[in-house]
């Protein structure tokens, strides 16, 4: 399957809203979830991130699993590469009212990542850390805006505690202008999901009828910050609910079998 679009849009730029848009005009597309939830593409972008592997490795696997179009990161933080791969593919940036409002979005975001990989303790006792999904997985996030924004490795991943609202702007700044100098403009669409459909259906150059889908008039929206925090909650009360959990399912195990033991000498003794 051929690329037809890679999105180079950073992370919390509607990026989830775009790839339901795209799927539902027929697009198999990729997005950042479709790698974690797939430990061989894990492995390979972590491969990539780590510089033990080419991108292309990851162009391979896209391409035998019938992607043809992305958004997102980890494929975001590779455009140079993507777009000679697949030079007939177009590009789409997707951006946010102003950078304030993604800088705002993009804490959030972080710091539900960083939760993911705090280091196991018993203050905060992340069973996730454990897993050595979590650490390929570190390790794509921590490539995110290494080249479209010079930032340090791991910085805009999990450091943006430290970091101010400036920075983070500069760093939402740069990318963009990056990708609008590297992209020719014949190639690239600039887009906001506010827009809808109109200038999406224009740049793909679809017939009426197919765009927007019949019954989806709406464009869709998703994965909001609210939802975000949510998830964030979730996660906290599964990080410290899991250890008293599992100490009263052993209680209650070792309690059944004592009982049982006891009831198996009591019908020995009867005998």
């Not at 933080?77 to 993009?106: C, F, G, H, N, Q």
């Not at 999904?133 to 805009?156: T, W």
């Not at 019949?214 to 994965?223: L, S």
Request: aromatic content about 10%; some cysteine; proline content about 5%.
């Amino acid at each position: 399957q051929q690329m037809k679009i890679i999105g180079a849009g950073l992370g919390r730029t509607g990026t989830a809203s775009f790839q339901i848009a795209l799927q539902r005009l027929g697009y198999k597309t990729y997005h950042m979830m479709a790698a974690l939830q797939n430990r061989a593409h894990l492995s390979v972008w972590a491969d990539i991130a780590e510089g033990r592997k080419p991108v292309s490795a990851a162009a391979d696997l896209l391409r035998k699993q019938g992607y043809n179009a992305t958004v997102g990161h980890p494929t975001a933080d590779y455009l140079e590469e993507l777009m000679k791969i697949y030079p007939e593919a177009k590009v789409i940036l997707t951006v946010r009212d102003s950078p304030a409002k993604w800088a705002t979005s993009w804490r959030t975001l972080a710091r539900l990542a960083r939760l993911t990989v705090e280091p196991f303790s018993w203050h905060y006792p992340n069973f996730l850390a454990l897993f050595p999904a979590m650490q390929s997985a570190h390790s794509v996030r921590c490539a995110v805006g290494i080249r479209g924004a010079n930032v340090e490795r791991c910085d805009l991943a999990f450091r943006t505690d430290a970091k101010s609202d400036e920075w983070l702007e500069e760093v939402y700044n740069e990318h963009n202008a990056r990708v609008l100098d590297t992209v020719p403009s014949d190639r690239l669409l600039t887009f906001n999901v506010k827009e809808g459909w109109e200038p999406l259906c224009d740049f793909l150059q679809l017939p009426n009828a197919d765009c927007p889908p019949i019954g989806n008039d709406d464009f869709p929206m998703a994965n909001n910050t609210a939802s975000l925090q949510r998830l964030g909650l979730i996660l906290h009360v599964l990080v410290y609910t899991w250890i008293p959990f599992v100490t009263f399912l052993a209680y209650r195990l070792q309690t059944f079998f004592r009982k049982r033991r006891g009831m198996e000498r009591t019908g020995l003794k009867a005998e």
